[in-house]
């Protein structure tokens, strides 16, 4: 059963730095592709922030392009995303989700179960 499991999530002031985790257990994720999405409250859309393919390749969302980096440590099985100058309009539930290909189809994907990050002015 594939499970995906996020950490690092932390209340961090303005201009600050966070990485998250996302350890991926019960598959080989060699070949998928794995993304970070972000959602503000329950009842907004869940949205995408960054994805990476299996040779690397990366993809932002405008909005954390240049502040945020996404990689992946294939032989440990984990997905990260370092996070650098932190804005309060990042607080958000932060999901890892991953896919056979990119880009991720939120529908038909796998997730974890968040991480809160929560940036204060």
């Known amino acids: 059963q594939v499970q995906l499991v996020e950490s690092g999530g932390d209340s961090v002031q303005d201009g600050g730095s966070l990485r998250l985790s996302c350890k991926v257990s019960g598959y080989d994720m060699n070949r998928d592709c794995l993304g970070w999405f972000r959602q503000v409250s329950p009842e907004k859309e869940r949205e995408g922030v960054a994805q990476i393919k299996p040779d690397g390749t990366a993809a932002y969302a405008n909005n954390v392009k240049g502040r945020f980096t996404i990689s992946r440590d294939n032989a440990d099985n984990t997905v990260y995303l370092h996070m650098y100058t932190l804005q309060p309009e990042d607080t958000a539930m932060y999901y890892c989700?991953?896919?056979?290909?990119?880009?991720?189809?939120?529908?038909?994907?796998?997730w974890g179960q968040g991480t809160q990050v929560t940036v204060s002015s």
């Open positions: 989700a991953r896919y056979h290909t990119c880009p991720i189809i939120r529908s038909r994907a796998d």
